[in-house]
């Protein structure tokens, strides 16, 4: 997911977006343990998706504040 995705959605779906991804993250590191995972890349792209996220987030918050 790009950056400029991001930056389209609300607060409320930032927030649901990113349990989302924290939930994914978790089920793809599941997969891992049991080798059963195929794409070895998954983890690292959700964890920098996540990274994207809370960094919206917190821009955001910024934005609001001053």
């Given at each position: 997911?790009?950056?400029?995705?991001?930056?389209?959605?609300?607060?409320?779906?930032?927030?649901?977006?990113?349990?989302?991804?924290?939930?994914?993250?978790?089920?793809?590191?599941s997969?891992?343990?049991?080798?059963?995972?195929?794409?070895?890349?998954?983890?690292?792209?959700?964890?920098?998706?996540?990274?994207?996220?809370k960094?919206?987030?917190?821009?955001?918050?910024?934005?609001?504040?001053h």
């Open positions: 997911m790009k950056a400029s995705e991001i930056r389209e959605l609300r607060a409320e779906e930032l927030e649901d977006k990113l349990g989302d991804m924290q939930k994914q993250l978790f089920a793809i590191r997969q891992a343990v049991t080798e059963k995972l195929e794409n070895t890349n998954a983890v690292k792209n959700v964890k920098r998706d996540i990274a994207r996220i960094t919206i987030i917190r821009e955001n918050e910024f934005k609001k504040g």
